[in-house]
């Protein structure tokens, strides 16, 4: 016995019918689509009907400390001043810059005082040193070069980082900087939970 051809084997699973009745029993690439489409969004809501886990899971409440970093009166532009927070442990070096122009997150009248943790988010390089007041920007990291602009909050303008530069969030109270949380993970840290 010998196989089918290709042309019998087509001919063995088309359809039989003929003008009017073809066109109702075969399906158009647009019928198609459209009933594969309709079928994936029914999966899809038949799936997420159910309770969602983000319900169950409970929130966790973080509490950073109130530490007092600088006066207003004493800040000149483009010259940073340094501290730790959200505590004295690694990695926990940021500055403190009054940039002259208005900062994301920034305090002050002009809202042009941002503070930053100093860590780079790559691979933990130290830019204690890599304020550029010309640009705004802290960097290049001396590992791999990211640059960091800090009237954007921290965002990542170059170099191998995913992640934006962890932005320390500011308070004042008449002359007195206060740092009073962190927005971004630190590097080396899992979270910047204080317990």
Known sequence: MNAPTAMEMEKSHTCSCSGKAKKACTMNRRQFLFASG????????????????????????????????????????????????????????SILVKMGKEG??????????????????????????????????????????STYDLTRHGILVSGQAYQSLPQVLLEVDGDDVYAVGMFGLIYGRYDNLIS
């Open 104 to 145: 994301g997150g920034g305090v002050g009248k002009d809202k042009d005082i941002v503070a930053f943790n100093l860590t780079c988010t790559h691979q933990g390089g130290d830019m204690t040193d890599g304020y550029k007041p010309e640009h705004k920007v802290l960097g290049p990291c001396p590992l791999h070069l």
């Open 38 to 93: 309709a079928t994936t969004f029914t999966v899809m809501v038949t799936m997420t009907a159910g309770k969602g886990k983000a319900e169950q899971v409970p929130a966790l409440v973080s509490t950073y400390p109130r530490k007092k970093i600088a006066k207003l009166s004493e800040l000149k532009q483009d010259e940073p001043v340094t501290f730790e927070y959200p505590d004295e442990g690694e990695y926990a070096s």
